[in-house]
């Protein structure tokens, strides 16, 4: 029956176009918003990755307590009535037992990688101009396993941190802030003791001013000792082998220590509420775009059908069952589909790659340029849901036609 | 074996209104039928019944020996294709086809379109409208499109053709020529051939006539 749908969709060339086109508005109008959508979903997702891994372990705020205090000033036997019970929080957030961590985070299969990090704030000068950082000092080696961000290096590499020796990568607002360049030396100072001398070895510009304005990393046995603390670690970011095992591992490691444990998600909290929203949203419009092109379909459909009835009552007299007859119009709407929702895919790719090489007058990560995906879920998505509104729409009609008999139509020619 | 109606009744509505009463009638193999009488009479009705298209309110009917109320929708289809032959008052052509196409419809439902094109354009030839085989029906005259349909309905070889005033719609001339077609297919292949007409003198170049008078076979025709 292709053939005769075929024949019978080219007969009236100007009501196939219109739905084909009909179907390839809607079909393009989903690759536009969701490749806006989801190249705004990665470039968020990246660049909350680059600060929170799969699983952030870091060390929870305690409070003072009596207990904890009172065998550090009286023995057992003293009975110790304060007139002013011990309160506050204990000093910076740090993990209790990171070689603990080190040791678990070795042995799990699922865990591709881990890496520590030590944050302290500080402030960096050079010549007269000062600067407050928030100081990270990483295992270079490690970190670049676990986040994306040496991709953002702008000058100089997160490895020239291996090692140590007083090497410090600095974010491109801090660098334009204090007027320094790469190769520049820059002091640093946390409060303790006198400023040290710091050789600044990269640059980094994540193209986001919250970040790129306040960022310093050093090696992290660096910044420890800068700290006076060796050995202290504040977070670990892990890396798993699967994203999606995040909740379950950070449910399960929470059981083994004091230490927070979050999964990426969990962090995240308010992000993905925002993915929530979002794909409500497009699956509303999406919705709302493929019931209009499936009215179309319907439409005309059934439209041709009435038009064709003398026509579908010589093909059942000649022999053509109420199958055959299903199959010419759903045929019918599943050619539309197929033909709309390939051409609104190209439509869809076309106007998005405008959109794309549209310059900016700010920055999107990396370049001025919309983030758009080209994921091709996307185009699977759009498909599928085009030819499912064609089939419906077509269906109804489609069965009807299929249980016109013969003598019905030919009484009803009369 | 041909065709048998026993005590066939046909009555539409509520309360339902009798069009035929009780006929009992057979038609042989071979034989061309006319069925003819005034409008109302009920000889399109049982040309409907007879031809599969409809079943009688009570009685029997059997074709070729069998009954159609006894078939699945799909045995019923086929016995049509391969069986049966129908030519209406209106062509009923389809008008994105061409002739020929539309001559290859049967056919085409049986996979056969590839072994019965030469067949077919003999055929167009034989009714005088070879030319038309690659024309729409838009560009074919009344009486050209009605011996496509014919054509149509006479590939497939059937062993029984029902024509429903296939001459209804056409001038004298063409009329004229639509009845030669069918006396010439009755003659030569010995075809079962039921037409229904209500001009006598087409119903009289039939074999025998049935004349149906308020849905009863009138005693001095049959």
């Known amino acids: 029956m292709l053939y005769l749908a075929i024949r019978q969709m080219l007969s009236r060339k100007k009501q196939t176009s219109l739905i084909v086109l009909g179907i390839s508005f809607g079909t393009m109008i989903y690759i536009i918003v969701a490749g806006l959508q989801f190249g705004f979903r990665e470039y968020l997702t990246e660049q909350l990755l680059n600060n929170t891994a799969h699983v952030l372990i870091k060390g929870s705020e305690r409070d003072l307590s009596e207990k904890e205090l009172r065998p550090r000033f009286f023995d057992e036997s003293t009975l110790v009535r304060w007139i002013v019970p011990p309160a506050g929080k204990r000093d910076e957030v740090r993990l209790v037992n990171p070689q603990g961590w080190f040791q678990r985070l070795e042995e799990d299969p699922d865990v591709l990688a881990y890496a520590p990090r030590f944050s302290i704030n500080g402030i960096v000068s050079q010549g007269r101009y000062r600067h407050s950082v928030s100081i990270t000092g990483i295992d270079p080696v490690k970190q670049i396993k676990v986040t994306s961000l040496e991709d953002y290096m702008e000058k100089g590499s997160l490895m020239e941190l291996d090692g140590g020796g007083s090497k410090i990568v600095l974010g491109s607002g801090v660098l334009e802030t204090i007027g320094a360049k790469v190769g520049d030396t820059v002091r640093l100072s946390i409060g303790l003791g006198e400023p040290r001398p710091y050789r600044v070895v990269g640059s980094i510009h994540l193209g986001n001013e919250q970040f790129d304005k306040v960022m310093a990393l050093g090696n992290i046995h660096d910044i420890q000792t800068l700290n006076l603390s060796p050995g202290r670690v504040s977070e670990i970011s892990v890396a798993l082998t699967d994203i999606n095992l995040s909740h379950e591992k950070a449910a399960l490691w929470s059981l083994f220590s004091r230490d927070e444990v979050q999964g990426w998600e969990e962090a995240n909290a308010q992000f993905m509420q925002m993915i929530g929203i979002q794909d409500l949203m497009r699956a509303i419009l999406t919705g709302a775009i493929l019931l209009v092109a499936g009215f179309g379909i319907y439409n005309v459909l059934s439209i041709m059908i009435s038009q064709k009835k003398k026509e579908i009552a010589i093909l059942r007299s000649i022999g053509y069952g109420p199958n055959r007859i299903l199959e010419l119009f759903l045929g019918q709407g599943l050619i539309l589909g197929f033909i709309g929702a390939l051409f609104g895919i190209l439509l869809g790719i076309g106007v998005n790659l405008i959109i794309g090489s549209i310059e900016l007058s700010f920055e999107v990560g990396k370049s001025n340029h919309l983030p758009i995906s080209f994921a091709p879920s996307i185009f699977a998505t759009a498909f599928a849901a085009a030819l499912i509104a064609a089939v419906i729409a077509s269906f109804l009609p489609a069965f009807s036609a299929s249980k016109m008999t013969p003598l019905d139509i030919i009484r009803e020619e009369m | ?222």
């Open chain 2, 1 to 222: 074996m041909g065709i048998v109606g026993k005590n066939v009744v046909k009555q539409f509505g509520s309360p339902p209104m009798v069009i035929l009463h009780g006929l009992d009638l057979e038609i042989e193999d071979g034989e061309f039928v006319s069925i003819s009488g005034r409008s109302g009479s009920g000889k399109s009705t049982l040309l409907y019944l007879l031809s599969t298209l409809d079943n009688p309110s009570d009685g029997v009917i059997e074709i070729d020996g069998v009954s159609p109320q006894k078939m699945t929708v799909n045995e019923l289809h086929r016995f049509r294709n391969e069986k049966i032959g129908f030519i209406f008052q209106f062509h009923y052509l389809l008008p994105e086809l061409t002739g020929l196409e539309n001559v290859l419809l049967g056919p085409r439902n049986l996979g056969l379109e590839k072994q019965k094109k030469d067949e077919a354009l003999a055929l167009l030839d034989q009714l005088e409208v070879y030319k038309q085989a690659n024309k729409f029906p838009s560009e074919m005259s009344g009486g050209e499109q009605q011996r496509v349909a014919i054509a149509r309905a006479l590939i497939l070889s059937p062993k029984y053709l029902f024509a429903d005033e296939p001459t209804g719609n056409l001038d004298s001339v063409s009329g004229n020529k639509v009845m030669s077609i069918l006396e010439e297919t009755s003659q030569n292949n010995n075809m079962t051939i039921v037409l229904v007409t209500h001009e006598r003198d087409y119903a009289a170049r039939a074999n025998r006539e049935i004349y149906l008078v308020d849905g009863r076979i009138s005693e001095n025709y049959s």
